[in-house]
């Protein structure tokens, strides 16, 4: 079993900056992408970041240069800085990770449990 946790999200006013942890945890041979995934209310849930193992990061467009994804191979970790937030910010953020376990060896998607983050005027 794969269990994937993620935290710290809160209410923060326009402007502010919150930091997103994701933990990976259970049978881990490894983890190759990991990625933030965020959701509104009434639309789609989107690609907001994503991280290689070798560390190498994509950005949803709307995101650039105010969102840093990075990752701790060793502790199975993922963060997400969030700076400048906005309104269009507001969703519930899930981490997700592809993952080779090896109780099974097999591969799958995992994902976590969601974090609410809140961004007011």
């Known amino acids: 079993q794969v269990q994937l946790v993620d935290s710290g999200g809160g209410r923060v006013q326009t402007g502010g900056s919150l930091r997103l942890s994701c933990a990976a945890s259970?049978?881990?041979?490894?983890?190759?992408?990991m990625g933030w995934y965020r959701q509104a209310p009434g639309k789609q849930r989107e690609l907001v970041a994503t991280i290689t193992s070798g560390g190498r990061t994509k950005y949803l467009d709307a995101v650039k240069g105010r969102f840093t994804i990075s990752r701790h191979n060793a502790e199975y970790t993922m963060d997400l800085q969030m700076n400048s937030l906005n309104r269009e910010d507001t969703a519930v953020y899930y981490c997700n990770a592809d993952v080779v376990d090896n109780e099974n060896w097999s591969r799958g998607r995992y994902w976590g449990q969601g974090t609410q983050v809140t961004v007011s005027p």
């Open positions: 259970g049978s881990i041979f490894r983890i190759n992408d």
